[in-house]
């Protein structure tokens, strides 16, 4: 069995792709560089055309800074830096185009150049990470993990964010161990460093333990977004992990505490509620959380939950509030398989309240409705209903016809003797009355 969890990827962890600024940012910071690497350096009429060529961006006059770096590329003489920047400039338009494969098209340009013997180290290194998040843009996650993991490679010290950003490639890739291995690296290193860990990582984790079908530890990281995040959903999380381990105490515990916050607000949530009281034995409540739900309308008017209403009634023994239930139940216009064995409830309520007359009538739906499971035990309730009328002559004809079920033979038959006798009886008393002329 494949579980599967009912969580929403999308927008769990955005792109944080580079604006244009950041460009200017480097430019500023590597022509302090100037005097002291040759690679980085710059000559005033590729400079000049830059500037240019920023101004226009910041406008989001694209042509012209597009026509500005194709005359830098036309010049001659242009140093490895000169051109990489220019493909890192050509990159940055494009993203703000949203023309994302043009854009990696542009920073694989720069990188192609050469590495940080050729073009500053920064700059190259910048590139591998943006190159990993345009592939998660563009939806290639392979490529995505191929220059994440470049890119923590050339780290020092990655930060967490970098993790996450190669767990979430490989979540798209359906690679849970190496998604859940990403993830709890990034949650150690935010732990070791006093960072806040964000919600969405723990959801993150959840999801790759939940997919492994590793529900215990599934269980233990629900429990942390709920001590921290308290929301439904988490709550909902929760009891359904601990029906999956099947620790029926703590999933009811859960659950009924969603029902007092109020956050039960769907008709099957409800009625799953009731469900689970039923099972802890509380029938009553089972029949309260129903009631009321059917009665304000948040739980749908289905023939299934009025049965479930009926059912709780019986049980927690209010047998009267279990007559409308029934009665709705059996009367749906649903397609009902088992319609007949409704009435068949039905009738043997209004028997254990004495009720006889509306008993034999049920009972008579019952057997028009069928699909019973016993139709000979229908005819015996409906002749001990009839028989209660003093309406002998019919219950007798019943028992007949529940005497040919073999379920039912022997019973019937014990009641036909006792059918006779009693009329036998009666009539004997009725001769002796009529001798006193009573």
Same mark, same amino acid.
């Given at each position: ?94 993203? =703000? ?150 620790? =029926? ?190």
């Amino acid at each position: 069995m494949k579980a599967r969890f009912n969580i929403i990827f999308a927008g769990l962890l955005g792109l944080a792709l580079l604006a244009p600024a950041g460009f200017a940012q480097a430019q500023e910071g590597e022509e302090e560089e100037q005097q002291t690497r040759r690679t980085e350096a710059m000559s005033e009429r590729v400079h000049r055309r830059f500037s240019r060529a920023q101004e226009a961006l910041e406008l989001e006059d694209y042509a012209t800074a597009e026509a500005l770096l194709q005359e830098i590329t036309e010049l001659r003489g242009l140093t490895p830096y000169e051109r990489a920047q220019t493909n890192n400039f050509y990159g940055f338009i494009h993203i =703000e185009k949203e023309d994302y494969q043009s854009a990696i098209r542009s920073f694989l340009g720069v990188i192609e150049i050469g590495g940080p013997g050729e073009i500053p180290e920064g700059l190259y290194n910048q590139t591998i990470r943006t190159l990993s998040q345009l592939y998660m843009q563009v939806e290639n996650y392979p490529q995505a993990v191929v220059f994440a993991r470049r890119w923590i490679e050339s780290q020092v010290s990655p930060v967490p964010k970098d993790y996450m950003l190669l767990a979430m490639a490989y979540f798209q890739m359906e690679d849970w161990r190496n998604a859940l291995e990403n993830v709890q690296i990034a949650i150690e290193r935010a732990q070791q460093t006093g960072m806040e860990v964000e919600e969405n990582w723990w959801r993150y984790l959840l999801a790759a333990h939940w997919e492994l079908e590793e529900f215990p530890e599934a269980l233990e990281v629900s429990k942390t977004l709920l001590t921290n995040w308290p929301k439904k959903q988490y709550w909902m999380q929760l009891q359904g992990l601990y029906s999956i381990v099947e620790d =029926e105490a703590n999933q009811f515990a859960a659950f009924w505490s969603c029902y007092d916050q109020g956050l039960l607000d769907r008709s099957n949530e409800l009625v799953t509620m009731a469900q689970l009281f039923m099972l802890a034995e509380v029938p009553y409540k089972a029949a309260v959380v129903l009631q009321e739900g059917l009665d304000s309308g948040e739980i749908e008017e289905t023939a299934v939950n009025y049965r479930y209403l009926a059912q709780a009634w019986q049980l927690a023994r209010e047998d009267r509030k279990a007559l409308d239930p029934l009665r709705k139940a059996a009367e749906s216009e649903e397609d009902v398989e088992d319609k007949g064995e409704l009435y068949m409830r039905l009738a043997e309520t209004y028997n254990a309240l004495g009720d006889y007359d509306d008993c034999a009538s049920t009972a008579r739906q019952a057997i028009r409705a069928g699909e019973l499971k016993s139709e000979g035990r229908t005819y015996m309730l409906l002749g001990q209903c009839l028989f209660e009328q003093n309406e002998f002559d019919e219950a007798g004809d019943a028992f007949t016809r529940a005497a040919r079920d073999s379920d039912t033979r022997r019973t019937a038959t014990q009641w036909q003797n006792y059918l006779r006798r009693e009329v036998k009886r009666r009539s004997d008393l009725e001769a002796r009355l009529a001798q006193y002329g009573a």
